[in-house]
Every structure is written in structure tokens, then in C-alpha cells.
């Protein structure tokens, strides 16, 4: 990576700052803040506010995911190895790809997901470790109280 850091503000703004402190760009985003910036490894820019919208290294508006005035995003947003965001909307943990998204077993209140190298999916939801296949399918939960 080039030291680019990428910064939410209350302003409703993402900024794109050079590691010298200058600024290349800024991004007028759905609400103040974000619940999570994230860079894949072709420079994609995903921020979860609300809404997730996924950016160009440049800054440029790819999609976005808005569902309804009752559907947002809920959670921070984690990158599989294969560049997938993964985040909860609606109390579901889904996979946001362009038009692909996946339900993930009993996500319910699910906090921020966890990948792992395998594209295993994590989420610990009600006292329970959930884990699901890259598919979506279950895999195993353990309740941790």
C-alpha cells in the first residue's frame, strides 16, 4: 500500500489523504461518520454507513447498496481474500457483490463478520460463534454464553 488513509467525518465526507497529510479527495457519503472503511486489494474502497458504497481508488462512485428507508447497514465491513464484502444489513449477515447477496445462518443481531483464509465466515450473534461456508451454508456454532 501507498500510506493512503481514508477518514469519515462528521460532515458526511470520506477523505482520501495522502501520508504526507495533503488531501487527493473527498466523497460525500449518506451520514456522518462511517461504521467502517475498507480497501480490497485492487484499491477498491468500501464504507459502510447506512448504506454500503463501494469507490474507485480514484474516488469515483461504483455502486451502492441502499435497500429501503428500514434497510441499512448495521456493521463494519470485512474483505474475503476473493475481494467479497461482507457485512449486516437488516439483522442478516450478507455478501455484497454488485447484485450478489447471501444470507448467513442464524445472524440475528450478529456483530461485524470475520473472515478467514478459507472464506469461512464468523459472526457471534445471541452467545453464539456462528460460522458459515463461503456459500452462505452453515458450518457450526458454539454457544460462548
Known amino acids: 500500500m501507498d500510506g493512503t488513509i481514508y477518514i469519515g467525518s462528521t460532515e458526511k465526507k470520506l477523505y482520501d489523504i495522502n ?7 473527498d466523497y460525500t457519503i449518506y451520514s456522518s461518520g462511517a461504521l467502517g472503511i475498507s480497501v480490497d486489494v485492487t484499491g477498491e474502497i468500501y464504507v459502510a454507513t447506512r ?14 447498496e441502499s435497500g429501503s428507508n428500514s434497510s441499512f447497514i448495521q456493521t463494519a465491513v470485512a474483505l474475503s481474500r476473493y475481494g467479497a464484502p461482507y457485512g449486516r444489513i437488516n439483522n442478516s449477515m450478507k455478501s455484497f457483490r454488485s447484485s ?3 444470507n448467513f445462518h ?16 464468523y459472526a457471534v450473534t ?13 458450518a457450526w456454532q458454539l454457544d460462548i454464553g
Not at 126 to 138: F, K
Open 51 to 64: 448504506r454500503l458504497t463501494a469507490l474507485s481508488p480514484a474516488g469515483a462512485e461504483l455502486w451502492e
Open 100 to 102: 450478489l447477496q447471501r
Open 106 to 121: 442464524g445472524s440475528s443481531g450478529a456483530n461485524a463478520p470475520v473472515i478467514s483464509t478459507d472464506g469461512s465466515v
Open 126 to 138: 445471541n452467545g453464539q460463534l456462528l460460522a458459515s461456508r463461503y456459500d452462505g451454508s452453515p
Open 19 to 25: 501520508s504526507d497529510g495533503s488531501k487527493k479527495w
